[in-house]
C-alpha cells in the first residue's frame, strides 16, 4: 500500500510522547521506557539545589538539560505551525543553575511546551513530509535528553 | 474517507530512516539535523570507545550495558515486526557488563548487523499499521535514550 491510515500514526505517536513526558501506567506495559521514568516523573522529585548541581564528566546541570529541551519543544512546536524562525541554538544552553523559583517556573514551562505541542498535533489535518519529521524530531530529542537527565540524576 | 485520512507511506518511511540514520551513524556533513550535534550518532561514539573505556562502571552501569540493551532491543522489536507474538525476557538484555577487545569489536559489528536488519526489516513492509509504526518509532525513542546515556557516561570517563 502507497498510504498509511493516519490515525495508526499519530495514535502510535501520541501514546510514546506521554511515555516520554507523562510516564505510562498500563496493564499493557510500557514501549520503550520503564515504569515511572517519563520526564515529568523524572523531575518530580528534584528539587531547584539538585537540578543546579553540575556533576561528573559533562558538567551540565539538570536545570540545563531542562531548559534545552524546552527550547527545542518551543522552536518545533513553532516550525510545526509553519513559523520558520531562526533559532541560536546557543541560546538553549543559557541556564546553567536555578533558584527555586526560578525551577518552579523551569518546570511549568516545560509543561506547558508540551501542552503546545500535544495541541499542535491535534490540530494537525495532514500528516506530510516535515510535519512528521517534526514529530520524530520532538520525540527523539527528548529521549536522549531524559536518559541525560537521569544519568546526573544518579549523581546529585 | 478523504485524502487528509491518509498519509504518504513515502513521507512516513523517509522520515523514519532519516532520524534512524542520524541516531545510528550521525547526520551527514553539511547537511541539517533533526536532534543531534553533528558526527554524533551510536556508531560514531562506539567506535571511539575502547573495551576497557566501556567496560568501567559509572554510577552502577557501563557503556557496554547499555550497548548491549540497546542492541538486544533492536533484535527483539525487529522480530515483533516480524511476527514474533512470543514474550521477551528482557532481563537478558542486560547480561553484559564488561567486555574484553574481542568482545566488544564482536559487540559492535552487532549493533552493526542489527541496525541492517532494521533498515531491511523497514524495506520490506508492505503494510504499515498500528503496530509496526509504534515499534518503529520506539525502536528511534529506545535508541535515542540509551545514546543519551552512553554519551553523558562517555563524559566522565
Not at chain 1, 561528573?56 to 538539560?65: D, K, L, Y
Not at chain 1, 511549568?108 to 508540551?114: E, P, R, S, T
Request: charged share 25%; aromatic share 10%.
Amino acid at each position: 500500500m502507497k498510504t498509511i491510515n493516519q490515525e495508526d500514526f499519530t495514535k502510535s505517536l501520541a501514546a510514546l510522547l506521554k511515555e516520554t513526558f507523562e510516564s505510562t501506567n498500563t496493564a499493557f506495559g510500557t514501549m520503550y521506557l520503564d515504569q515511572n521514568t517519563g520526564l515529568f516523573a523524572t523531575l518530580e522529585n528534584i528539587n531547584a539545589e539538585q537540578a543546579s548541581r553540575a556533576v561528573g564528566g559533562a558538567g551540565t546541570t539538570i536545570a540545563a538539560h531542562c531548559e534545552h529541551v524546552r527550547f527545542y519543544l518551543d522552536f518545533l512546536n513553532n516550525y510545526m505551525k509553519e513559523d520558520f524562525k531562526m533559532a541560536d541554538w546557543k541560546d538553549s544552553w543559557k541556564v546553567s543553575t536555578v533558584t527555586d523559583a526560578e525551577w518552579t517556573a523551569l518546570c511549568g514551562q516545560l509543561h506547558k511546551a508540551y501542552q503546545n505541542v500535544t495541541d499542535t498535533f491535534e490540530e494537525v489535518e495532514t500528516w506530510n513530509d516535515f510535519k512528521i519529521s517534526g514529530a520524530m524530531g520532538i520525540l527523539a530529542h527528548t529521549a536522549y535528553h531524559l536518559s541525560a537527565i537521569r544519568q546526573i540524576l544518579k549523581m546529585v | 474517507m478523504n485524502d487528509n485520512n491518509y498519509i504518504s507511506k513515502e513521507d512516513f518511511l523517509k522520515d523514519v530512516l532519516v532520524i534512524l540514520r542520524e541516531t545510528f551513524e550521525g547526520s551527514p556533513e553539511g547537511q541539517g539535523s533533526a536532534y543531534l550535534d553533528h558526527g554524533i550518532g551510536v556508531l560514531p561514539t562506539i567506535d571511539k570507545l575502547s573495551a576497557e573505556q566501556v567496560s568501567r562502571e559509572i554510577n552502577g552501569i557501563t557503556i557496554a550495558a547499555h550497548t548491549e540493551h540497546a542492541k538486544f532491543y533492536l533484535d527483539r522489536i525487529t522480530e515483533f515486526m516480524k511476527g514474533r507474538t512470543e514474550k521477551v525476557n528482557w532481563e537478558q538484555s542486560w547480561l553484559i557488563e564488561t567486555v574484553n577487545d574481542e568482545e566488544w569489536n564482536a559487540l559492535r559489528d552487532a549493533v552493526r548487523k542489527s541496525y541492517d536488519n532494521v533498515l531491511r526489516s523497514f524495506a520490506e513492509i508492505e503494510t504499515w499499521n498500528q503496530d509496526n509504526i509504534g515499534d518503529a518509532v520506539a525502536i528511534v525513542a529506545h535508541t535515542a535514550y540509551h545514546l543519551g546515556a552512553i554519551r553523558h557516561i562517555a563524559k566522565g570517563l
